[in-house]
């Protein structure tokens, strides 16, 4: 009496029904997006290039960090006799996992970079294809090729610490590659204006520059202490002690950059973008000293480490974010053209203001 019927056109929502359907469809949107992507679809994967690249050097580290380095003792199978992960002589199996499973992710992060690059160079905004952002994304299939062959040879010299090092670098460079492409599928190509000082964008090039050195003294501090891999792999003859502390002392250099930075930007008149970025990395920067020195005092804990070198990828990412944030390139897509009536005004409002004073 007076009830409200029900609902007899509502889509069945039950997993027989939903299941294969739902797939198929998510399935086109990928493809769709990956072969005719707009600027929102090319923002997300360029973002998953970023992610992909991040992941691989985190499960990196944790295959070093737990000692099962060697734990797929050949290459480009795991053992001799077996592809797949097997159980090898004088290494528990739990290592192979470790290391058969990030040579797993790499096949990920191979599908999510030939993905970037499609969708780069279908890319058309404005209707036309952008080769600055195709040669970042060749950037991201052309490091997953750099890191397979050198983690071959990582693999078959034993853990050479050189070697090591080379391939957290390349994973560093790509990584920087995938942060640009995000950013620059989302600006123009007009020539760049400046958003702050001279003086605090030389600071900013300064930071990311004396971050980039630090990562590299980090995986020299890696390949000389007890962490380098495995228990019995060759490493840096260098003394600990030396190592760790002229690392130290890089990340002191880089606090003494970013403090003046965030002060002079938070003293200027800067975008809200900006001053967030700073402040983040002045952050991420404390909280990584804190870390460092902790994980030192206690011996070198793999789980603080791990937290450690996942904390300067971080800062990696944040200080080129922050090197990208001081300049625009104004937007993807230029508005429309105004009648010649209404030109005068509508460029009097779009004028930008001009930057201060350097």
Request: hydrophobic residues 55%; charged residues 10%; contains cysteine.
């Amino acid at each position: 009496m007076g009830g409200v019927p029900a609902d007899l056109t509502s889509p069945d929502t039950s997993p027989a029904a939903s299941s294969p359907g739902a797939a198929a469809a998510a399935l086109r949107r990928a493809v769709n997006a990956i072969w005719a992507p707009t600027p929102a679809a090319m923002r997300r994967i360029a973002l998953a290039g970023v992610l992909s690249t991040a992941v691989i050097i985190v499960t990196g580290a944790a295959v070093r960090l737990s000692k099962s380095g060697l734990g797929c003792p050949d290459w480009p199978q795991c053992t001799r006799s077996s592809l797949v992960a097997a159980h090898t002589r004088g290494d528990p199996m739990f290592h192979t996992w470790i290391e058969f499973g990030n040579r797993m992710v790499t096949v990920v992060v191979t599908v999510v970079a030939v993905a970037v690059l499609i969708a780069a160079w279908r890319f058309r905004p404005q209707g036309r294809r952008r080769a600055d952002l195709v040669w970042l994304a060749v950037a991201q299939p052309a490091g997953v090729v750099a890191q397979i062959v050198v983690g071959g040879i990582v693999v078959l010299t034993n853990l050479n610490p050189a070697m090591v090092s080379l391939h957290f670098v390349v994973s560093i460079a790509v990584v920087a590659a995938a942060v640009a492409l995000h950013v620059k599928c989302t600006e123009g190509t007009a020539p760049a204006r400046p958003l702050i000082r001279a003086d605090l964008r030389l600071l900013v090039y300064g930071v990311v520059a004396v971050a980039a050195v630090m990562l590299a003294a980090g995986t020299v501090v890696t390949g000389t202490g007890p962490l380098a891999g495995a228990g019995a792999v060759p490493r840096y003859h260098l003394p600990l002690t030396g190592v760790t502390q002229f690392h130290s002392d890089i990340g002191w250099l880089m606090g003494g950059l970013v403090l003046p930075l965030v002060a002079g930007l938070r003293l200027t008149r800067v975008p809200v973008r900006v001053m967030r970025l700073g402040w983040l990395l002045l952050g991420l920067l404390a909280v990584q000293g804190a870390v460092g020195y902790t994980q030192y005092f206690t011996g070198l804990p793999a789980g603080l480490v791990w937290v450690h070198v996942s904390g300067s990828l971080l800062i990696w990412i944040v200080a080129l974010r922050l090197m990208f944030a001081v300049r625009d390139r104004g937007p993807l897509s230029q508005p429309p053209s105004h009648p010649a009536g209404k030109a005068g005004v509508s460029a009097a409002r779009a004028e930008p203001e001009p930057a201060p004073a350097g």
